[in-house]
């Protein structure tokens, strides 16, 4: 009987070597891409959290304005000048001034933006039924786009939602009105889950 060659164990050593390789690989890739998009959202709810607490001690209306900037959306944070609110008028005229600095809503080149996921239909989150307009504005706060927060705590409501396209997830922060609670939501293997209170 015929048997390996010690040249053809170290061949199929190194095919295997080179195959867990390439695996081994792929998989630090997804983890570290889901740490980037697990970070992304984490700064974006501090700065939320932060535009709040503006509020409150100031004792005046602090809001992020999102707007789309070539192709990306930026949240540039304003202080009400006049008690009237965050107005695009007011701002636009200065009377509601800038705060912080404006904040990036996309990283990664785009792989991780402030978006929904287009290549499959996504529910809405519970307990709403339907799907959401993948075409659509990613900024669910009215016409404006305005994340507004009063001097009595409570707050604008709607959503956020960001995506990381090269892991096929979603994060919605959702943010209830009467008690500016701030709820993260993460879309992965086709459903919503709760990932908690903030």
Not at 156 to 169: A, D, E, W
Request: contains cysteine; aromatic residues 10%.
């Amino acid at each position: 009987m015929r048997g390996y060659s010690f040249i053809e164990v170290l061949v199929v050593i190194a095919l295997i070597g080179m195959m867990l390789l390439i695996w081994g690989g792929s998989s630090l890739r997804a983890a570290e891409r889901q740490r980037d998009f697990d970070s992304f959202r984490r700064d974006i709810v501090y700065a939320l959290e932060r535009c709040r607490w503006k509020a409150m001690n100031e004792r005046s209306y602090a809001g992020a304005v999102v707007e789309k900037v070539n192709g990306s959306y930026v949240a540039n944070f304003y202080l009400d000048g006049n008690r009237n609110g965050i107005r695009l008028t007011d701002i636009q005229t200065g009377i509601d001034a800038s705060f912080n600095r404006g904040h990036a809503l996309s990283k990664e080149q785009g792989d991780i933006a402030a978006g929904i996921l287009q290549d499959e239909p996504i529910p809405e989150i519970p307990p709403k039924r339907g799907v959401l307009d993948a075409s659509g504005d990613p900024v669910k706060f009215g016409r404006s786009d305005i994340i507004s927060f009063s001097p009595n705590g409570d707050s604008s409501s709607g959503t956020l939602y960001l995506s990381c396209r090269s892991q096929h997830q979603m994060f919605a922060l959702v943010l209830y009105g009467a008690t500016a609670r701030l709820t993260v939501w993460k879309y992965s293997n086709h459903q919503w889950q709760m990932v908690g209170d903030q």
